[in-house]
């Protein structure tokens, strides 16, 4: 039906009427003091969202941009760097730090399971010289649905005493608990269109005092992505390029619906929801992509089997007005996945279960038992809200 | 008064409600039919704005990110380039290429003065070596509100044979004349809050065949801005990283209602506004600070003389809700831009020239004839509706 789509892909996310009723708004200058103090308002708010004390800045791009800026803005061209690779946005990062020339170091997971953080921990502990500059990866790798240990694989960074951290946290950041100061990271990236629920085009970058020094000292070419312009204008709640100002008044509003809905009860609404797919994808009879215990709650992947990704996603998108995602690259058509971060609700859950349970009575006759899917996702939630 | 202002500086531009509309829809799958559907009509409309049939491709990000992109992707480390400099985009280009590290030889003008196309010629010819691998320069130099020569000089690059021309036209696409491909230009840049009357948040990128060949030889590090990513992509209607979805609703709008007035009505349209302002600005006793026969289109620059500038705008701004630029740099303060591009009608001229008077008449008691000014843009609009 015309205008009924909903989006359940891991990114754009569902974005609120009173965030879109904003993106509609003439543009202002964003040299006015009107602006300044938007900006104003927004950097506490990042701060908040972020958990930290560090500069949370805003560059005008896809989270791609701030992956960038975090590398460009802390290196040398030959530094030695350790980089997670379990997925498509592991994978990236290692192609952004090879095409700045960095020597990079991956220490691979199969897709579908998670990083090894003793991995880690041995390469960092056998690098007595110091030679490693930093260590990146990515938190909930939204090409598998699978969620790092962020936490452990920190710490072992902490113990190293030189390497930075620096963390695509795209599909984390207001999704589940990532506490940069306490877990001690020095760059975090995000972008707008995930649990930031508000359209694409803005993309974060916190960073860490320690960061800061890495960026005075970085010798890799920027200047759209040099951070010390951002840094210096941001003290003015300016920015050094003209940015999305409609997507600044966007972010404004949702970051304020974030914040009274508040931090615990968002990762609490995350994780309930995933869980509930999770025991209803089961419930189907179909199979979890990610492995056990490393199940991000922004994304889940689920193995097609005996039928075609393609012909589920088609259903979904034409018949109920649903859009997934296919699997990536060689996963492509082998699993789908379904985005549940940003702007999501039990009863969005509920919707995706009941659609899924119909378009499988259609792709797989015989083999679906109706209804105990969404019993399971039932049971999930209602356990959890008795919480 | 609440929500009554109007923009009249040189981007942010003011934005047509149609366009405004959709950027307030929700967003869809960027790798969605529909999307796919809406980059072919864009693109096609990009190219017949571009008066072109190179590639016209599009970056989230501000107009810099595609200065960037065009840098990056054409030249090689120590390559030495001819780069035009007569206001704060110019030295932009100069800033921008020497972070890269190519050995950036620069031709000057005082600002307010147009950049000397006979200096790029006699530099160019005396090049037997053909060492220059590209000459940057600003088209509308939006600091002071010159234009310069873009025709002369691009004649001057394509006789060297080997140099790539590489333009910014961020606030000349869409306001005047530039045939592309007929003056030969390979790389042109721009960005959205301009010409294209819409938000910022996007820019754009237009590369000739020739431009192509250098990409595929460019040696200087990218990712995000790597423009054979782009390109692999716009085959498919597609783009390399999530694209500000928002903006492109609002971009397919703005184009459709530039296509309907047409690339001559909008040029014509320019023109009158400008000139009508020109006119005004001198029967008012003021100083136009562009030398004459090169005032840009798009955007005046004016000379306080007598009074602050600061004064001026906060009086324009406070009383009667219309937002004009001051100068910037050194000439903060000594003079003042009005921002004449975009969805500016000859209405808003008139607006402009009666605020002006009113404003003027109580910074400058007894200076101002009142209503002189209006008289002068009012008969210069009529002498050119007559043509």
């Known amino acids: 039906m015309q205008d009924k789509l909903t989006l359940m892909t891991p990114g754009p996310t569902p974005v609120p009427e009173a965030v879109l009723k904003v993106m509609g708004c003439h543009p202002i200058g964003h040299r006015s003091r009107e602006f300044e103090a938007i900006i104003q308002e927004i950097s506490g708010q990042l701060r908040w969202l972020h958990q ?22 802390t290196l040398k061209s030959k530094d030695r760097i350790l980089c997670g690779d379990n997925g498509k946005f592991g994978e990236r990062w290692v ?64 113990s190293h005493g030189v390497a930075l951290s ?17 877990w001690g990271i020095d760059v975090v990236c995000s972008g707008s269109q995930k649990g930031y629920m ?9 960073m860490s005092p320690r960061a800061w020094q ?59 929801n995933s869980r509930a797919i999770q025991a209803a994808v089961k419930a189907m009879g179909l199979s979890l992509y990610a492995c056990d215990g490393y199940r991000s709650p922004s994304v889940t992947a689920i193995q097609t089997i005996d039928f075609e990704a393609e012909l589920l996603l088609s259903l979904m998108r034409n018949k109920l007005d649903i859009l997934l995602a296919n699997g990536q690259d060689h996963l492509k058509g082998r699993i789908f996945r379904i985005g549940h971060l940003g702007f999501v609700s039990n009863r969005d859950i509920l919707t995706i279960v009941a659609s899924m ?13 109706l209804g105990r899917g969404l019993a399971a996702a039932i049971n999930e939630l209602s356990s959890r809200t008795k919480d």
Chains 1, 2 share one sequence.
Not at 52 to 71: F, K, P, Q, R
Not at 126 to 152: F, M, P, R, Y
Not at 200 to 205: D, M, R, S, T, V
Not at 363 to 369: A, E
Request: hydrophobic fraction near 40%; charged fraction near 20%; proline fraction near 5%.
């Open 95 to 158: 192609e952004l730090a090879r095409a700045y020339g960095l020597e990079v170091e991956v220490i691979r997971s199969p897709w579908g399971q998670p990083l090894d953080s003793e991995a880690f921990r041995v390469v960092l502990e056998a690098d007595t010289e110091k030679l490693i500059k930093a260590v990146i990866l990515t938190h909930s790798e939204t090409s598998t649905g699978v969620i790092n240990d962020l936490k452990s694989i920190s710490k072992h960074v902490n």
């Open 357 to 369: 349970e119909s378009v499988l009575h259609t792709i797989r006759p015989g083999k679906v038992v």
């Open 198 to 206: 508000m359209p694409p085009g803005l993309a974060f970058i916190a």
């Open 214 to 272: 890495y960026q005075e000292n970085s010798t890799l070419p920027k200047f759209y992505f040099n951070l010390s312009f951002y840094r210096k204008t941001s003290i003015k709640n300016s920015s050094p390029f003209t940015p999305a100002i409609n997507l600044y008044f966007a972010l404004k509003e949702a970051l304020t619906i974030m914040r009274q809905e508040g931090l615990e009860s968002i990762f609490k609404r995350h994780d309930e």
């Open 52 to 73: 930290t004390s560090n500069d949370v800045l805003i560059i005008t791009g896809s989270g791609t941009a701030a992956m960038e800026a975090a590398i460009v803005n």
């Open 166 to 182: 620096i963390v695509d946290c795209v599909t984390s950041m207001g999704v589940v608990n990532v506490p940069i100061d306490v």
